[in-house]
């Protein structure tokens, strides 16, 4: 599930890299992204700490 995870996280910042590089109208994206990430890794965390319990 780890592998997943990493996968997620370098094609955001992946995405991060190519929206910062080519200056577009979709700039605000960064943003989303970041916002969406925090509930996921939020969630991932929680459920980690559930089950080492």
Known sequence: ????I???HAIIGVF???IL???SRFSF???NL???LIPFD???LSRYF????
């Open 50 to 53: 559930q089950h080492s319990r």
């Open 29 to 31: 994206l960064i943003w």
């Open 1 to 4: 599930m780890s592998k997943k």
């Open 21 to 23: 590089l080519y200056q």
């Open 42 to 44: 939020l969630s991932l």
């Open 16 to 18: 991060f890299v190519l």
């Open 6 to 8: 990493l996968a997620i």
């Open 34 to 36: 970041i916002l969406a």
